[in-house]
């Protein structure tokens, strides 16, 4: 129970949680969208060279407070081990609960799939208009 008591958002102090219903995470929505999406774009679900990275110098890379108190390294195999990341870092700074990062995967790994076949048709010239003959013109 003290456990509970002491939490904190990993927020600003001065940083209200939103207001409004969680519903899912649109983070872990889109970010589960584009690791469907470059998945089938690369063919394989992990990042060029085996590991992605990202940099976060100390005292550099949260431009709310002062940290991290020392150069960090974050690092991920796949695409969906980053986009995982997006999602929790929902839950660290209070804006979300487990479910709405749980369901905003699965509704991304659907957005992201459902995407992907119209892409490829726009893509290949085959176009998105109902009889196949392309896109529709846009304006000239």
Same mark, same amino acid.
């Given at each position: 129970m003290a456990?509970?008591?002491a939490w904190a958002p990993y927020q600003r102090n001065t940083f209200v949680t939103p207001p409004f219903a969680g519903h899912v995470s649109g983070h872990s929505t889109f970010?589960?969208?584009g690791a469907e999406v470059l998945t089938e774009f690369t063919g394989s679900k992990y990042? !060029?060279?085996g590991l992605g990275?990202?940099?976060a110098p100390r005292d550099h890379f949260l431009h709310f407070e002062i940290g991290p108190t020392e150069d960090?390294?974050?690092q991920w195999a796949s695409?969906?081990?980053a986009a995982d990341e997006a999602g929790i870092s929902r839950l660290w700074g209070g804006i979300h609960v487990k479910v709405d990062d749980r369901r905003g995967r699965i509704l991304g790994a659907r957005v992201g799939k459902d995407a992907w076949a119209p892409a490829q048709r726009y893509y290949s010239g085959i176009g998105?208009?109902?009889d196949g003959s392309g896109p529709e013109?846009? !304006?000239r």
């Open positions: 456990a509970r008591r970010s589960r969208a990042f !060029p060279g990275e990202k940099q960090i390294v974050l695409f969906y081990d998105d208009t109902a013109p846009g !304006p």
